[in-house]
């Protein structure tokens, strides 16, 4: 298991370090050793975000939280990311139709395990914009992502709204 710490505009304690790292390890039992985790500490105005990621044999579980206070917000994100470590495992056991007494290290309960239905699809052509023209188009739509083909690169792009009000852009490259 490695564990990675990351900054941004925030100064990480030696005490959060070693409580989260303990409360981290605790994670273990569903890994074993091939595991990186990333935690990602920041400062933005008063407000500190922690991201945690985990990369396991090529599956990544990821959790945030935002608060004024770090070490709530570790209590907050791994029941998150145990869910979703929960939540995979599920599908894998219904898979080999194996069950056995399941013991969470951070949940007081089984979580849901059904995804939402698709209820609508679409469907439409696709012709070549820019960037510029795309972030005009989520804009002018009111929406929180817009998918396009970006006619600089020739990738069909997705943007979309950040939290912080700015956007990012997902490449599809073939």
Not at 102 to 120: A, C, N, R
Not at 131 to 155: C, M, P, Q
Not at 158 to 168: E, L, P, Q, S, T
């Amino acid at each position: 298991m490695r564990i990675e710490f990351l900054e941004k505009n925030y100064k990480i304690e030696e005490k959060f370090r070693d409580i989260t790292t303990e409360k981290v390890t605790k994670l273990y039992r569903y890994f074993g050793s091939d595991v990186t985790i990333r935690i990602m500490c920041s400062k933005q105005n008063k407000t500190e975000k922690l991201e945690v990621t985990i990369m396991s044999k090529g599956v990544v579980y990821r959790g945030e939280a935002s608060g004024l206070n770090m070490y709530e917000n570790i209590d907050l994100v791994l029941p998150k990311i145990e869910k979703q470590i929960i939540r995979k495992n599920q599908k894998e056991i219904q898979k080999t139709r194996q069950s056995k007494p399941v013991v969470y290290e951070f949940l007081t309960e089984e979580p849901e395990m059904t995804l939402p239905d698709i209820v609508k699809k679409k469907s439409f052509d696709l012709t070549p914009i820019t960037v510029e023209e795309a972030k005009d188009a989520i804009e002018r739509l009111g929406h929180s992502f817009y998918l396009f083909l970006n006619s600089e690169t020739g990738f069909v792009n997705v943007i979309y709204r950040r939290a912080d009000g700015k956007f990012g852009i997902i490449e599809g490259i073939f």
